[in-house]
Every structure is written in structure tokens, then in C-alpha cells.
């Protein structure tokens, strides 16, 4: 089958289409050679969504188009980019319409001047607003929802408490009104799981590299620092609570619970899809928090195992097992040479390859002493073991390979800790000289001073209404204290690279005796 078979526009039949779903176009504009032109088309034709619902004209899309282009290249790229030699709208849109990413229709004519003017509309079918918008989302779109279910066992397990109160004393619209905030709890919650799993995949996918080493570690830290408590200490008391309801959770509850949150006078072909939804949240919930492998002890246990190939990853790209080795290019260089189709082919790519360095030889012991004397090039050639294929460069013979030599990358890390170490501690000893005072009263801050700041900021904690924050350090040196200002009024701190905005603190920083 060539290329060209696979083509949108190609004909034939596949035999699988006729017990399967088949061929899709609308995602054809991404694959287009034009692709940049379409998308652009239907950025535009998704903003204009947010504000009109009617679809877009020709002209109006050609008008948006230009300034949607010019806001993001510039008016002159813009100008030469839409002009008709190089970009033809019409054959545009025209694509876009047969691979059912746009729906066309005309205004009715009313005027004589509407039957002389192009009355053509154009609006995006759903299916391609759901991709599009997909397909643009930012890729820490998911970290970013995963970040705000800081708490979600622990909101679970709070409203399945007062769901499971409501049933009991049968007050379905308020158990209606707990449990929606539970599905929508479950839902950002699998979402969540589902990009960790996702990452975690592609990351643990081949041999490992600094990406997917940091991909790994960031989705650990990611689920330490959100979940892994809340999941350990909330996931027993949620399955036993679920396990003590679910007697009562009949279907004629649920029913009572789905028209509770409904209109009185909801049909039954509205209430029954709403029931078997809620009763496969149910079913979903009980997977996640009840028995040994459920899914958020499962999630963990795949967290916990990720430990061990992160650290053994690590360990292999940054020392090798304490030696440089080139093992991986030396053996592709080889198959290459011996799939040569002939010698001065192969020496060819020997040179290329290895360029200006000489050609290190392989010593091994002569077997008399006869043989000392005879040069590399006239000797026979030398039996390889298998043990030095596979250890070559720890082998006992030949030259050993030098270790990493990580001395000057040591002293320099050590001097930079030092330097910020006493960057550190020349701050705080300033912060301490404006204990006392009121944010509005301090001269500019250095850059080290605004970032000591913000931590002590992240340290006083308070609770919501309260106008007191207090914390300690972590090296327990520190009290940091925040007054919130009478008329809560904001002030402006300056630094050299820039300004930082916040409440007129009346700021206090005491230190701890030891």
C-alpha cells in the first residue's frame, strides 16, 4: 500500500468499516500541508464563539483572520501573508466545510443590494469546537486541575458523611445536592489520575533520559504533595462509609435522589439516563476507595514502585556505573560497517566516524613469547570472548577507562551553596532590622531580600477572616508575623528587576531561642 492510498481524499473500501467506526475527517485540517492556515481559521472561528452565537460571514472571518494574524506576526507579515496570491480563503473554508469542521448556510435575501452580495455563514460543527479546543488546551492543563484537588479525599469523605445523613432521613434534595459535588469531585479526581498514569507510561517507555527523568519526578512530587497523605489517611474511613450506605441505596432512592435535584414535573425519560449515571458514579466511587486494588491504593502502589527505576535511572545517567562508556555508539557503528556493501565503503564511514582520533587497539597477552615482537597490522586476529562483549569496558585487559572526574563540578557547587548561603543570611538579618514596621515605610529590597520575603510570606499561614499570620521557619530560627492593615490598603515593594504588590503588612520577625 503506498501513501497515497491513505489520503482523505482516497477511494476504496476498507473491509474493517463495516463492523467498526471508520474514517473521521474533521481532524484533517491538522494534518494538511495548509495546516497552519486552517488552524488559524478556526481560532477565530472559536474566539468569536465567546461573543456570538449567529456564525461569521465571509467577510467578517476574512477581517478577523487578517487581525488575528497581524496581532500575533505583525501588520506587514499579516498583509503579505492574506493576500490573494499566497492564501485563497474561499478554497479555504471550502475544505473546512466538506471535512465537516464548518456548517455553511445563507442569509435570506431582503434588499436587492443582498442578492449582489455574498451572503454565505459560517459556524464551527460541535465536534470540531470539542477538538479544537482539545487540541490547543495547554499541556499543564491537567496538572493544573490536578493542583486545585489538593483536598479531594478529604472533601469526598466530608460530603458522603452528610450524603449518607440526608438518605437516612430521607431529605433527597439536599442528598441530591452533596452528591453532585461528589461527581464532580470524582471526575477532577480521575482526571488527575489518568495524566499521571498517562506521563507515567511514556516516562517509564525505553531507555531513560533527563526528560523523562524529570517527567517522572515531577509527576511523584506532583501526587506526594497533593495526595498521598489525603489518599493513605481518608481512603479507609470513605470505603467503610460507602460500605455502610450502600444497604439503603436502592433504586428507588437513587430515583428519589435524581428528582430531588430535578423539576417536579421531570419525565421519566429525563430522570431514568440521570439514575443509572449516578448509580455507575457509585460503582466508580467503590472502585477507587473500597478493597485491596482499588484505584487509589493501586494508583500509590504505581507511585511507590516508581521509585526504584527513578533512583536506578538516575544512577545510570549521571555516573554509568562509574564509568564513561560509549558501548551504545561503538556497537551501531559496527552493524553499520558490517552491512557496508564493501570496504572502501566501510572505511569511509570508519573515517567520518572517528574523524582525527587514532584507532585504539585491544591488547591481549601473546600466547609465546615469540610473538611479543610482531606488529599489530601482521598478527593474526585475536579471539573475542563473550565476557568482553559484554563487559568490555570494565574488562581486565586493555586499558581501563577513566572514572568521571566531578571534582570541579563539586567546588563549585560548594562554593555556590556558600555564596548563597550568606546571601541568605544577609537578609534575613536586614528583614530583621525592619521588624516592626509597616510595608508601606521599607526602601527598595535586593533580589535576595524579596525572595526571603516571599518565603516568610508562604510561612505565615492564618486562617481565612483573620487578620493575625504567624509560622516558624523550618529551621526553627525564625517567627514571622503578619498584621493585616485597618484600612486594607495595598502598598508596592520595588526591586531591581521588577515590583511586587501586596497588603500593607504590619511585619514582625523575631528570632527563636535555641
Same mark, same amino acid.
Given at each position: 500500500?503506498?501513501?497515497?492510498?491513505?489520503?482523505?481524499? !482516497?477511494?476504496?473500501?476498507?473491509?474493517?468499516?463495516?463492523?467498526?467506526?471508520?474514517?473521521?475527517?474533521?481532524?484533517?485540517?491538522? #494534518?494538511?500541508?495548509?495546516?497552519?492556515?486552517?488552524?488559524?481559521?478556526?481560532?477565530?472561528?472559536?474566539?468569536?464563539?465567546?461573543?456570538?452565537?449567529?456564525?461569521?460571514?465571509?467577510?467578517?472571518?476574512?477581517?478577523?483572520?487578517?487581525?488575528?494574524?497581524?496581532?500575533?506576526?505583525?501588520?506587514?507579515?499579516?498583509?503579505?501573508?492574506?493576500?490573494?496570491?499566497?492564501?485563497?480563503?474561499?478554497?479555504?473554508?471550502?475544505?473546512?466545510?466538506?471535512?465537516?469542521?464548518?456548517?455553511?448556510?445563507?442569509?435570506?435575501?431582503?434588499?436587492?443590494?443582498?442578492?449582489?452580495?455574498?451572503?454565505?455563514?459560517?459556524?464551527?460543527?460541535?465536534?470540531?469546537?470539542?477538538?479544537?479546543?482539545?487540541?490547543?488546551?495547554?499541556?499543564?492543563?491537567?496538572?493544573?486541575?490536578?493542583?486545585?484537588?489538593?483536598?479531594?479525599?478529604?472533601?469526598?469523605?466530608?460530603?458522603?458523611?452528610?450524603?449518607?445523613?440526608?438518605?437516612?432521613?430521607?431529605?433527597?434534595?439536599?442528598?441530591?445536592?452533596?452528591?453532585?459535588?461528589?461527581?464532580?469531585?470524582?471526575?477532577?479526581?480521575?482526571?488527575?489520575?489518568?495524566?499521571?498514569? $498517562?506521563?507515567?507510561?511514556?516516562?517509564? !517507555?525505553?531507555?531513560?533520559?533527563?526528560?523523562?527523568?524529570?517527567?517522572?519526578?515531577?509527576?511523584?512530587?506532583?501526587?506526594?504533595?497533593?495526595?498521598?497523605?489525603?489518599?493513605?489517611?481518608?481512603?479507609?474511613?470513605?470505603?467503610?462509609?460507602?460500605?455502610?450506605?450502600?444497604?439503603?441505596? #436502592?433504586?428507588?432512592?437513587?430515583?428519589?435522589?435524581?428528582?430531588?435535584?430535578?423539576?417536579?414535573?421531570?419525565?421519566? !425519560?429525563?430522570?431514568?439516563?440521570?439514575?443509572?449515571?449516578?448509580?455507575?458514579?457509585?460503582?466508580?466511587?467503590?472502585?477507587?476507595?473500597?478493597?485491596?486494588?482499588?484505584?487509589?491504593?493501586?494508583?500509590?502502589?504505581?507511585?511507590?514502585?516508581?521509585?526504584?527505576?527513578?533512583?536506578?535511572?538516575?544512577?545510570?545517567?549521571?555516573?554509568?556505573?562509574?564509568?564513561?562508556?560509549?558501548?551504545?555508539?561503538?556497537?551501531?557503528?559496527?552493524?553499520?560497517?558490517?552491512?557496508?556493501?564493501?570496504?572502501?565503503?566501510?572505511?569511509?564511514?570508519?573515517?567520518?566516524?572517528?574523524?582525527?582520533?587514532?584507532?585504539?587497539?585491544?591488547?591481549?597477552?601473546?600466547? !609465546?613469547?615469540?610473538?611479543?615482537?610482531?606488529?599489530?597490522?601482521?598478527?593474526?586476529?585475536?579471539?573475542?570472548?563473550?565476557?568482553?562483549?559484554?563487559?568490555?569496558?570494565?574488562?581486565?585487559?586493555?586499558?581501563?577507562?577513566?572514572?568521571?572526574?566531578?571534582?570541579?563540578?563539586?567546588?563549585?557547587?560548594?562554593?555556590?551553596?556558600?555564596?548563597?548561603?550568606?546571601?541568605?543570611?544577609?537578609?534575613?538579618?536586614?528583614?530583621?532590622?525592619?521588624?516592626? #514596621?509597616?510595608?508601606?515605610?521599607?526602601?527598595?529590597?535586593?533580589?535576595?531580600?524579596?525572595?526571603?520575603?516571599?518565603?516568610?510570606?508562604?510561612?505565615? $499561614?492564618?486562617? $481565612?477572616?483573620?487578620?493575625?499570620?504567624?509560622?516558624? #521557619?523550618?529551621?526553627?530560627?525564625?517567627?514571622?508575623?503578619?498584621?493585616?492593615?485597618?484600612?486594607?490598603?495595598?502598598?508596592?515593594?520595588?526591586?531591581?528587576?521588577?515590583?511586587?504588590?501586596?497588603?500593607?503588612?504590619?511585619?514582625?520577625?523575631?528570632?527563636?531561642?535555641?
Amino acid at each position: 500500500m503506498s501513501d497515497g492510498d491513505e489520503l482523505i481524499e !482516497s477511494t476504496g473500501v476498507d473491509p474493517w468499516a463495516a463492523h467498526l467506526p471508520g474514517q473521521e475527517l474533521v481532524p484533517a485540517y491538522l #494534518t494538511s500541508r495548509f495546516a497552519a492556515q486552517y488552524r488559524a481559521i478556526v481560532d477565530v472561528m472559536v474566539e468569536a464563539q465567546d461573543t456570538s452565537l449567529t456564525g461569521m460571514s465571509f467577510d467578517e472571518v476574512a477581517a478577523r483572520l487578517r487581525a488575528w494574524v497581524g496581532e500575533r506576526a505583525g501588520p506587514q507579515i499579516a498583509d503579505r501573508l492574506v493576500h490573494d496570491e499566497v492564501f485563497s480563503l474561499d478554497a479555504r473554508l471550502d475544505s473546512l466545510v466538506r471535512w465537516a469542521v464548518l456548517t455553511r448556510w445563507q442569509e435570506p435575501a431582503r434588499t436587492g443590494e443582498d442578492f449582489l452580495r455574498r451572503r454565505d455563514r459560517f459556524q464551527l460543527t460541535p465536534t470540531a469546537a470539542r477538538l479544537h479546543t482539545f487540541w490547543t488546551l495547554e499541556l499543564g492543563a491537567d496538572e493544573d486541575a490536578a493542583a486545585d484537588l489538593t483536598l479531594a479525599p478529604r472533601a469526598i469523605h466530608d460530603r458522603l458523611h452528610e450524603f449518607a445523613a440526608a438518605i437516612r432521613q430521607r431529605r433527597f434534595p439536599a442528598a441530591a445536592a452533596e452528591y453532585q459535588q461528589i461527581i464532580t469531585l470524582h471526575h477532577g479526581m480521575a482526571v488527575a489520575a489518568r495524566s499521571w498514569q $498517562r506521563s507515567l507510561a511514556h516516562a517509564l !517507555s525505553g531507555g531513560p533520559d533527563p526528560d523523562k527523568q524529570e517527567v517522572l519526578w515531577r509527576t511523584l512530587q506532583s501526587y506526594v504533595g497533593m495526595w498521598g497523605e489525603q489518599v493513605d489517611i481518608h481512603t479507609p474511613a470513605v470505603a467503610a462509609l460507602m460500605a455502610d450506605i450502600d444497604p439503603v441505596l #436502592t433504586e428507588s432512592a437513587w430515583r428519589a435522589c435524581v428528582r430531588g435535584a430535578l423539576a417536579d414535573d421531570a419525565p421519566d !425519560s429525563v430522570v431514568d439516563p440521570q439514575v443509572q449515571r449516578w448509580m455507575r458514579t457509585w460503582t466508580a466511587l467503590q472502585g477507587w476507595f473500597g478493597g485491596a486494588d482499588g484505584q487509589a491504593r493501586r494508583l500509590r502502589r504505581q507511585l511507590r514502585d516508581l521509585v526504584a527505576p527513578w533512583a536506578r535511572n538516575m544512577h545510570i545517567l549521571m555516573d554509568t556505573g562509574g564509568a564513561l562508556t560509549r558501548r551504545g555508539e561503538l556497537l551501531a557503528l559496527a552493524g553499520a560497517i558490517e552491512r557496508a556493501p564493501d570496504d572502501e565503503t566501510a572505511w569511509r564511514m570508519w573515517d567520518t566516524a572517528i574523524g582525527v582520533f587514532p584507532a585504539r587497539h585491544l591488547l591481549i597477552a601473546a600466547d !609465546s613469547a615469540d610473538e611479543h615482537a610482531t606488529a599489530w597490522a601482521d598478527a593474526a586476529p585475536a579471539p573475542i570472548t563473550a565476557r568482553y562483549r559484554e563487559h568490555g569496558q570494565r574488562a581486565a585487559v586493555g586499558k581501563r577507562i577513566k572514572a568521571i572526574d566531578n571534582s570541579v563540578g563539586r567546588a563549585t557547587a560548594r562554593r555556590a551553596r556558600t555564596a548563597a548561603l550568606a546571601q541568605r543570611r544577609e537578609a534575613e538579618a536586614t528583614l530583621a532590622a525592619r521588624s516592626g #514596621t509597616e510595608l508601606a515605610d521599607w526602601a527598595e529590597l535586593s533580589e535576595p531580600e524579596l525572595r526571603m520575603l516571599l518565603e516568610l510570606f508562604a510561612i505565615a $499561614r492564618g486562617t $481565612r477572616g483573620e487578620t493575625l499570620r504567624s509560622g516558624v #521557619t523550618e529551621d526553627g530560627r525564625w517567627q514571622v508575623t503578619l498584621n493585616a492593615p485597618i484600612d486594607d490598603a495595598p502598598t508596592t515593594l520595588t526591586c531591581p528587576h521588577g515590583r511586587f504588590v501586596t497588603r500593607n503588612w504590619h511585619f514582625t520577625l523575631e528570632p527563636l531561642k535555641g
